[in-house]
C-alpha cells in the first residue's frame, strides 16, 4: 500500500487521539466514585435490613405492650366490680365473703404481675425504639454520603464526556483528509494490536512493540520509497517514518 508521507505521519494525530480515548473510557470506568458508591450501596443495604427488623421488633413489642396492657385493665375492672360487691354489704354470708376477698388478693397478685409483664415489654419496646432511631441515623448517614458521591461521580463523567466529545469532534477533522484505504488498515491493525494501530519509528525503534528493528529490517525501510506503508515486522503495526526515525 501507498499513502503519501504526510498521510501517514497524520496517522500518528490519529492515533493520539485514540489513545486518549481509550484513557477516557478507563478513566471513566474506574471513576474512584463508582467504587464508593458500591460500597456505600452495600452498607446501605445491610442498614435497611437491620431498620426493618428493628421496626418490625417495634412493632411486635407494640402490640404486645397493648394486650398486656388490656390484660391489666380487665383485672383491674374485674376487682373493681368485686371490692364494689364487697363495700356495698350485698354479699352477707361469711363463706361468700371469704370467697371474694380470697378473689380480690388473687386478682391483686395476678394484676401486679401483668403490670411487671407491662414494665417489661415496654423496656423492650423502647429499646427497640432507640434502636429505629439509631439506624435510621445511620441509613440517612449512609443515604447522603451516596448523594454526594453520586454527584461527584455524575460531575466526573460530564466532565470526561465533554472531553470525549471534544477529541471525537478533533479525530473527525484529523481523519478527514486521509485516504480511506490507510485509515481502513490503521483501524483493523488497531482493533487487533490492543488499540494502536500506528508506531512511530523513533531512533531505529518501533515505539509500538518497543523493540529496535535488526540491520536487515532497517536497510528494508531505508530502501523503500517515501509513500510505501511500512510495516513492522515484530507487531505488523503501520511504521511511520519521521526525520527522528534514525534512518
Do not use: W
Amino acid at each position: 500500500m501507498n499513502a503519501a508521507p504526510a498521510d501517514q505521519i497524520r496517522l500518528l494525530d490519529v492515533q493520539a487521539l485514540d489513545v486518549r480515548l481509550t484513557q477516557l473510557a478507563h478513566k471513566r470506568k474506574n471513576l474512584p466514585e463508582l467504587a464508593e458508591l458500591q460500597a456505600l450501596e452495600a452498607d446501605l443495604i445491610q442498614q435497611r435490613d437491620l431498620l426493618v427488623a428493628a421496626q418490625t421488633e417495634e412493632s411486635d413489642t407494640a402490640r404486645e405492650q397493648t394486650k398486656a396492657e388490656q390484660d391489666v385493665d380487665q383485672v383491674r375492672r374485674r376487682a373493681a366490680r368485686d371490692q364494689q360487691r364487697l363495700d356495698s354489704g350485698a354479699v352477707t354470708s361469711p363463706k361468700d365473703l371469704e370467697n371474694l376477698q380470697r378473689e380480690l388478693t388473687s386478682l391483686a397478685k395476678r394484676q401486679a404481675a401483668l403490670e411487671d409483664v407491662v414494665l417489661e415489654v415496654m423496656e423492650r419496646r423502647e429499646a427497640a425504639q432507640e434502636r429505629v432511631a439509631e439506624l435510621t441515623g445511620r441509613a440517612d448517614s449512609v443515604q447522603a454520603k451516596a448523594d454526594d458521591a453520586t454527584a461527584r461521580r455524575d460531575a466526573a463523567c460530564g466532565e470526561i464526556d465533554a472531553e470525549v466529545e471534544t477529541v471525537n469532534k478533533e479525530r473527525e477533522l484529523t481523519v478527514a483528509d486521509i485516504p480511506a484505504d490507510l485509515l481502513g488498515l490503521y483501524d483493523r491493525l488497531r482493533a487487533k494490536q490492543g488499540g494502536v494501530g500506528a508506531a512511530r519509528l523513533f531512533q531505529r525503534r518501533c515505539e509500538g512493540c518497543r523493540l529496535e528493528l535488526d540491520i536487515t529490517e532497517l536497510n528494508d525501510v531505508r530502501a523503500a520509497a517515501a509513500d510505501t506503508v511500512v510495516r513492522c515486522e515484530n507487531c505488523s503495526r503501520i511504521l511511520v517514518r519521521t526525520p527522528d526515525s534514525g534512518l
